[in-house]
């Protein structure tokens, strides 16, 4: 009996040993124990790597409200003031997305958050909360978001990744700002962008970065991002306050890019790391054709109508899904925006 009870403890606790004082086991790493401890590989380090686990959250009633419209142009991306809102459309392309993405495979999880959330944070995005905390290697680091309209979304999140049983390893705090996994494109598990704008402060990128460096990350490229003054219109797509409206990677070494929505330095960043720009032309900028999602390497779930980015996807040998999120993506909402990624496989590597 105690031999088995033994043999047991050996299998699930790492550096147990039989008959032994209870020393530091400063060799076992917490990835070591990750799954074992906390019942999944929790990780998207990536955004090509074949996507295994999701968390989306649909539109409810909470979407149609007056505390938006009363002073609505804090709370609309793109569109104009006073455009209809159909909730059972937003409520039929959120469902045609969800099956998009089992169908490739992807068990998807519905965080169903309460309609009661603090501030109008799920009012102000019709219904609709973006993962705005990052999955890295181990687990997530929680956002603080710089618009008073999401405030609120921070907490929820927590409590709902806490919930399903992933770790939370850092909480932006301070002065610090950051949207935190949409100002962030992986290049590799290694290699990462990540957007300076409206959303985020040099201060939270600076947080966060000693976290990425603990979970692999060698090389960290800052990109800034265009900015709204007094107003928000669509030309010259200035209100790209997330980089991943404007720049995204598809398969290995393949990206898609708006440029006018980010510095120039960027784009020289990425062809010295040999990376191939689809250029996006701005009609389908605003149409949120670079939010598109690679739920594995060359596979890209992408919102139908951007038929100029779909071509040169295709011709670079891409598999591309195509699906009608127009009541989401003419509001500089795509794939990637509505899709939380919470396990992913790693790679592919830029290698040396």
Known sequence: MA??????????????????????????TFMDELELMWGRKWGAQSDMGELKLAIVHGPGPESVDDEVLADPVPFFAFGEVGESYDLERHQQQHDELVAALRSEGVEVIY???????HGVYTKSLRG???????????????????????KGCEKAWTQKLAELGCPIL????????????????WLDPEHCVVGC??????????????????????????????????????AGFCAAYHL??????????????????????????????GIKLIEVPEEEA???????????????????GNPVTIAALRREGCRVVEVD?????????????LTGPLIRKPGPYLGA
């Not at 978001?145 to 999401?150: A, E, F, I, S």
């Open 286 to 304: 605003v149409n949120a054709a670079a939010n598109a999602l690679a739920v594995r390497p060359g596979v890209v779930i992408i919102p139908a």
């Open 128 to 150: 609709i909360m973006a993962l705005e905390a990052s999955v890295i290697n181990g687990g997530a680091v929680i956002p603080r978001c710089g618009v008073p309209w999401k």
């Open 3 to 28: 031999e088995n009870i033994q043999a047991r403890l050996k299998a699930t606790i790492p550096g147990y040993q039989p008959g032994m004082p209870a020393h530091r086991m400063d060799e076992v």
């Open 197 to 234: 704008s409206l959303r985020t402060n040099l201060e939270g990128i600076r947080q966060v970065e000693p976290i990425f460096r603990y979970a692999g990350v060698k090389d960290l490229h800052i990109a800034y991002l265009p900015g709204p003054l007094y107003t928000r219109k669509r």
């Open 170 to 185: 850092f909480t932006v705090h301070g002065r610090g700002i950051h949207d935190v996994r949409a100002n962030t494109v």
């Open 244 to 273: 991943d409206m404007v720049f995204g990677m598809v398969a290995e070494r393949l990206a898609i890019i708006y440029p006018g929505g980010i510095d120039y330095d960027t784009i020289a960043y990425l062809r010295h790391k």
């Open 325 to 337: 999120l127009s009541e989401f993506s003419t509001r500089g909402i795509g794939p990637v925006c």
């Open 111 to 117: 965080a169903n958050f309460p309609s009661d959330i």
